[in-house]
């Protein structure tokens, strides 16, 4: 009986062993954890993408409706008369000089034959009435030709030069004619439309086709006086044709208002777009004088139903909530108004599921965006 009580006493006190053990045990790793445990409950730092915050001179835009023209848009027409052999089809790229339309050439080859034989014969007949009086005035008085004969003589030989001068001429106009039997481009271009068909008879003035230079190609606009005041040429602005932003350069403000609208015309040159010519676009023109302004990315906006904030990221890298109200705006750029400064660094990427206060890893900085 002992036997058994001595060894109950002695699991008991194992047990208390192993329990003190596992007690001590379990508090190092519950205070260890409890050390750990504000990094493990704190959101991981984001990566984001950043750039600068600027001091930009913007102004307020305003915009106009616009269209894209050509430089050269021309109908061309034919510079002499006759029955159209030939026309280009509708589509055709040419080039300068290249032939878009070709004219019946039998009555001009046969004017340019006639003047030809005619120029031919009156210089057979200067050439012969010149040596008769060379002749003749170097017998002097004994050849027994008076001074009136001779004077005779010197007439019907520069009236003979001067009508092969004008037979020489009408050769010119002539072959001039005949040139223009095949009507060449002005310029390189496409064929539009055909004015007149084959078969049709043509006469000088008539237009044969339409050519446009799809190349050079700039924007027209009308506005009010008071925004071209605003502009200068060489200023460039934003043009838009819904799909595609582009800056074009003022090349012209011509300076004849409408009677009836009060309205300018702008020219705006136009860089390589692929745009179709006629093609519908905005044109954003500045609405007043520019102002140096704090501007922000239009990437750093967050944009919530009951606010418009930015991220800033401190030299901890750490993103700060600032809350902003816009103003103006100009491309990639817009005026933030709140606790934001040029210089500091804003989110432009990954700012979506941020929190005030969270740890960011910088991934990328914007290149184009510099102080």
Known sequence: MSGRLTLFGAGAAALMIAGSAAFFYGERIGAAAEAQSPEIQGPPPAAVAVARIEARSLAPRAEAPGSVVSLRDSVVAAATSGKLTWVADVGAEVAAGDVIARIDAADAT????????????????????DSVYERF???????????ASLEEMRANRDEA????????????RAETELERTEVRAPFAGRIVSQESQIGEFASPGAGLVRLVDTERLEVTARAPVSLARNLNPGDVVAVSDGRERL??????????????SRM???????????WYIGSAVRVSLPAAAARVVTAAPRDALVLRADRI??????????????????????????EVIGDVAPGQTVVIRGGERLRDGQAVTVSAMDASASV
Do not use: C, H, K
Request: no cysteine; charged share 30%.
């Open 137 to 147: 005035s170097g017998l002097g008085e004994e050849g027994g030709e008076s001074e």
């Open 161 to 172: 030069a001067e009508a092969l001068a004008q037979a020489e001429v009408a050769l010119r």
């Open 264 to 274: 300018l015309e702008l020219r705006f040159a136009l860089p390589e777009s692929g």
């Open 309 to 334: 904030s930015v991220f800033i990221v401190d030299e901890n890298d750490t993103a700060r909530r600032v809350t902003v109200e816009l103003g103006d705006a100009e491309g990639d750029y817009i």
């Open 247 to 260: 800056d074009a350069a003022l090349r012209a403000v011509v300076p004849v208002g409408d009677e009836r």
């Open 110 to 129: 046969f004017a340019r034959d006639n003047s030809l034989a005619e120029m031919r014969r009156l210089a057979a007949r200067a050439s012969y009435l």
